[in-house]
């Protein structure tokens, strides 16, 4: 088995502005794609990646304001304010 080289990445923490508020965010460069892996501490279900770091936290913004919607729409279901069915959509078919 060949050696596998270890790259230590630096961690950047930082503070990403949204609609919902500001979030801690952390940025961890990405040797093998290039570019800056976002983590969110606080939203586990938030990551995402940037080609550099202003792109990067742009990213983030996107994915942590997806995430808040993603809530909200999920407590409304469960408090029957709204429901969500299957979509109506037009298949096209060719012969």
Same mark, same amino acid.
């Given at each position: 088995? &060949?050696?596998i080289? =270890?790259? %230590?990445t630096k961690? !950047? %923490?930082t503070?990403?502005g949204t609609?919902?508020? %500001?979030?801690?965010v952390? /940025?961890? =460069?990405?040797?093998?794609?290039g570019?800056? /892996?976002?983590s969110?501490? &606080? =939203?586990?279900?938030?990551?995402?990646?940037?080609?550099? /770091?202003?792109?990067?936290? /742009?990213?983030? &913004?996107?994915? !942590?304001?997806?995430?808040? !919607?993603?809530?909200?729409?999920?407590?409304?279901?469960k408090?029957?304010?709204?429901?969500?069915?299957? =979509?109506?959509?037009?298949v096209?078919?060719?012969?």
């Amino acid at each position: 088995m &060949k050696n596998i080289k =270890r790259v %230590k990445t630096k961690k !950047i %923490k930082t503070e990403v502005g949204t609609s919902y508020g %500001k979030f801690d965010v952390v /940025l961890e =460069r990405e040797p093998d794609m290039g570019g800056y /892996l976002v983590s969110v501490p &606080k =939203r586990a279900d938030v990551i995402s990646w940037g080609k550099n /770091l202003s792109h990067a936290k /742009l990213m983030a &913004k996107d994915a !942590i304001e997806c995430s808040v !919607i993603g809530d909200v729409i999920v407590a409304a279901q469960k408090a029957n304010a709204i429901t969500i069915g299957p =979509r109506k959509q037009k298949v096209n078919t060719w012969a």
